[in-house]
């Protein structure tokens, strides 16, 4: 099913419903589309996909082109299709500016976060001599002097490298990247899986490179 398509994807989940309901069997849709952007405004999906990425940015949007269709089919004007647009732009916009006035006080979770910051309360506390850190963290902080990667990824690791250099504040990504580096050094198996588990599901970890000319495996 082509995402780009809403009236037949309106069909195709009303038949889909119809045969749930007669024959009380599973029934899956397969739809095909795409996310135009990140999770937020520091994430990229052409950190991982970017040729990919390089098609989607000027294909036109769903909105685009169903009120084309709309349009050309006669079935609502110009004027019809921006009126729906601003009504819906001006209901997020006041939902927008409600999140921003709120007055939550923070001071009642403060317990909780104190919780947290005590590591004896989860376990026992391990450690990695500092030469074998160091070691590791060149490995993951390299990568061949042909690969091109993103601009925004190289700022990030340049970051990274400094900070480790100066013994100051750590990342929560170099910290995390460390610790699995450290476990794959002991001779445990380490598996991660998941949908962002390259970039990390908020853009921080990067854990995989994709070279943003070239076809060639992730670094």
Not at 64 to 77: R, V
Request: hydrophobic content about 30%; glycine content about 4%; aromatic content about 12%.
């Amino acid at each position: 099913m082509n995402a780009d398509e809403p009236d037949v994807l309106d069909r195709c989940v009303k038949i889909a419903m119809g045969y749930r309901k007669k024959f009380n069997k599973d029934i899956f849709i397969d739809l095909v589309g795409y996310r135009k952007y990140g999770h937020n405004e520091q994430d990229q999906p052409s950190f991982t996909q970017p040729q990919m990425y390089e098609e989607i940015k000027n294909k036109p949007s769903v909105y685009e082109l169903y009120s084309k269709k709309l349009i050309q089919k006669g079935i609502m004007t110009q004027e019809e299709v921006d009126a729906v647009r601003d009504k819906y732009w001006k209901r997020y916009e006041e939902d927008y500016a409600k999140v921003m006035n709120d007055q939550s006080d923070a001071a009642e979770h403060e317990y909780q976060l104190d919780q947290i910051k005590k590591p004896t309360l989860w376990g026992k506390s391990t450690g990695v001599p500092k030469n074998v850190l160091t070691d590791l963290f060149k490995k993951i902080t390299t990568w061949p002097s042909d690969f091109n990667i993103h601009p925004t990824i190289k700022k990030i690791y340049d970051e990274r490298i400094k900070n480790f250099n100066n013994n100051d504040n750590l990342d929560w990504a170099t910290m995390e990247s460390l610790a699995f580096a450290s476990l794959l050094h002991e001779g445990y198996h380490l598996r991660l899986s998941g949908q962002d588990v390259e970039r990390g599901t908020f853009s921080h970890r990067h854990a995989l490179i994709s070279d943003q000319k070239r076809d060639v495996p992730k670094f």
